[in-house]
């Protein structure tokens, strides 16, 4: 467990440098955006802790920084020198606190669950019996490969087991090669886990000596740089170690931020307070692992991977200090973010597999053959040839995104082989500038598929957002937003589902959906009492029956008959009120008629339960989005 401290971006001032310190640190092999991520969310991270409990060194109430190898400035937060230990005991009380968490210990997962290519759970091993386990979404969480090296800062039964049944299953893997070697452990000549000399002491002061008590090395260089170091220090000197000074430090300080190291370093036979200690390099991080995205998620279905199992791109070659806890602590909650919000939507959205075979595939393969009638001119001539290249998806304005799902299948349908990465879900605020998803794949494609899929998009999150923007205004009411079938043609499944993401609610998807009665249905049957009735006579009695009036004439007559459900179709703001007071409860009312955004607020108190406006679909403008920088790989 980490014994240093957990990073924290300190202040919007604070960005820049911290970006800069764990990309150099990592040789700038580092995932830019993963970087990025991890930082933006290191606040909201800290908060978490502390709301759970966590205790991190004070002073006056505020928070005291301390700073690390590799770092530019104090970012630091610490608990004495068991910051691990303190933020993992008490993340566990939290655990015991949920009657929904199941810990079993003593459990041993020995493979995973696969069917058809996804993942639905674990093989374990209890007491002797072999146990299966099922889930929807299964994390692994089974740490680093520490214990197959003879000298390591990690656990012996950390040997990368994750890691084995991955690639029994084809789960694609990263940097598997980029090992880190922490340059201080103390020494001991026996075999076995090393005890780790926290960074924090050289970021506190603390100096490296060779056997002549000669410093060799600038100590708060990044870790692989030190190591080196001390490696080739220890091969001139012809020693197993060199040595560490705690003593630059401070006696008072050495106490109270390193007593676990003072009294391990005890019992060990030094005294910190008057010698230096022996100190060697030894393997202490992985940075590679199952290979995951920005929510966690593997290349297997319902399988997402963190902490040190997985490699997400943000430490790059070398980790930087302190970096470990907060990465995967961000990066557990993105997953456990994406799993909720995937429950959440299971029922909500509708584009499953057979859905998009059935329902969806022909209407993108329509719009591309529109735009795509014999060849692509433009691309075929500056791409004759098959090439791989990367195109970033770029958010213009801000909004909520919607349609991702049909803004990829465009290009698979495409060729299978496109690769597409989002950095974003459909529901999420994005902002202009943001970077939201990577498409990666035969150039040709990219150029043929790009309008196609930015149509969609566009369309389908300019709904979304024209929609969240009414709801707002009904946010503190119990009305539901319902939308109309004033859809583009070919379009509405697109439009409906925008509608939903933006928080609004869909009326009738087609003729066949229900029985809502219109003033021409009317017309056509003699009046609304007797529309209402042969409504009743023919459609089954499980059917609800909506009828749309315009004055209070019609409101009677709909009441007398026993409509289910009154459209108060374009009524000024006193016959609604009328209307309102007469139905009086005897019947659901929905109300439309010119409902916007700009003159819905004025319903929000009158008692209704429905509010239906068609400029959710056909007033919505689109959301500025671009796909930019292609470029050949």
């Given at each position: 467990m980490a014994q240093g401290g957990i990073c924290v971006q300190r202040d919007d001032n604070d960005y820049d440098s911290y970006f800069e310190d764990t990309m150099k640190a990592g040789h700038y092999e580092n995932r830019k955006e993963s970087v990025d991520i991890m930082i933006r969310f290191s606040r909201e991270i800290i908060e978490d802790l502390v709301s759970y409990g966590v205790e991190f060194e004070k002073k006056d109430g505020e928070f005291v920084y301390t700073r690390e190898g590799a770092h530019s400035k104090p970012r630091i937060l610490y608990h004495e020198d068991i910051t691990g230990q303190e933020i993992t005991s008490k993340l566990l009380e939290r655990a015991k606190e949920r009657k929904n968490i199941s810990i079993y210990e003593y459990t041993a997962m020995t493979d995973i669950l696969e069917e058809n290519g996804q993942c639905i759970g674990i093989l374990a091993e209890h007491e002797g019996a072999e146990w299966k386990i099922y889930a929807e979404n299964t994390i692994l969480a089974s740490g680093g490969i520490g214990g197959r090296y003879q000298h390591s800062t990690n656990f012996p039964h950390l040997t990368g087991d994750a890691l084995d049944i991955g690639k029994k299953h084809g789960i694609r893997m990263e940097h598997l090669d980029y090992v880190q070697i922490h340059p201080t452990t103390l020494y001991s000549k026996r075999p076995g886990r090393r005890f780790l000399i926290s960074e924090s002491v050289r970021g506190e002061g603390a100096v490296l000596y060779n056997s002549k008590k000669e410093r060799f090395v600038n100590e708060l260089l990044p870790r692989d740089v030190v190591a080196e170091a001390i490696f080739k220090q220890m091969e001139k000197d012809q020693t197993d170690y060199v040595y560490e000074d705690l003593r630059p430090i401070g006696k008072e300080e050495i106490a109270s931020h390193f007593p676990h190291i003072v009294e391990h370093c005890k019992e060990k036979g030094?005294?910190?307070?008057?010698?230096?200690?022996?100190?060697?390099?030894?393997?202490?991080?992985?940075?590679?692992?199952?290979?995951?995205?920005?929510?966690?998620?593997?290349?297997?279905?319902?399988?997402?991977?963190?902490?040190e199992t997985a490699c997400n791109g943000v430490h790059g070659k070398n980790r930087l200090a302190s970096n470990s806890l907060l990465e995967s602590l961000v990066f557990a909650k993105r997953a456990a973010k994406r799993i909720e919000k995937s429950l959440k939507e299971r029922n909500h959205y509708m584009f499953d597999q057979t859905t998009l075979k059935l329902n969806v595939d022909p209407l993108i393969i329509s719009a591309l053959k529109e735009d795509i009638t014999s060849e692509d001119v433009s691309t075929n001539s500056v791409m004759p040839f098959s090439k791989t290249g990367v195109v970033d998806l770029i958010c213009k304005e801000d909004g909520i995104i919607c349609g991702l799902q049909i803004f990829e299948r465009t290009f698979e349908l495409l060729d299978e082989a496109c690769d597409v990465e989002f950095f974003a879900s459909d529901g999420d605020h994005v902002e202009k500038g943001q970077l939201l998803g990577r498409v990666k794949g035969d150039v040709r494609v990219l150029l043929s598929g790009e309008r196609v899929a930015l149509n969609y998009l566009q369309r389908m999150s300019g709904i979304a957002t024209y929609t969240a923007n009414v709801q707002e205004y009904l946010k503190d009411s119990s009305i539901r937003l319902l939308d109309t079938r004033k859809t583009t043609p070919n379009n509405r499944i697109f439009e409906k589902y925008a509608v939903r993401v933006g928080g609004g609610h869909n009326h009738r998807y087609n003729l066949s959906d229900g029985v809502l009665l219109k003033d021409n249905h009317i017309g056509a049957a003699g009046g609304v009492k007797e529309a209402i009735m042969?409504?009743?006579?023919?459609?089954?009695?499980?059917?609800?029956?909506?009828?749309?009036?315009?004055?209070?004439?019609?409101v009677k007559e709909a009441v007398e008959a026993g409509a289910d459900i009154i459209m108060l179709d374009n009524m000024d703001d006193d016959m609604l009120k009328e209307a309102i007071a007469y139905i009086d409860h005897r019947a659901e009312?929905?109300?439309?008629?010119?409902?916007?955004?700009?003159?819905?607020?004025?319903?929000?108190?009158?008692?209704?339960?429905?509010?239906?406006?068609?400029?959710?679909?056909?007033?919505?403008?689109?959301?500025?989005?671009?796909?930019?920088?292609?470029?050949?790989?």
């Open positions: 030094y005294d910190v307070f008057k010698e230096p200690i022996p100190v060697v390099p030894a393997q202490h991080y992985f940075m590679g692992g199952i290979k995951v995205d920005y929510d966690s998620h593997t290349s297997m279905k319902h399988l997402y991977a963190i902490g042969l409504a009743k006579e023919y459609a089954p009695f499980v059917r609800k029956i909506e009828i749309e009036v315009e004055n209070m004439d019609m009312i929905e109300v439309s008629g010119n409902v916007t955004k700009e003159n819905i607020a004025r319903l929000t108190n009158l008692g209704v339960d429905y509010v239906s406006s068609g400029a959710l679909t056909h007033s919505a403008p689109i959301l500025d989005l671009s796909l930019k920088n292609l470029h050949v790989l």
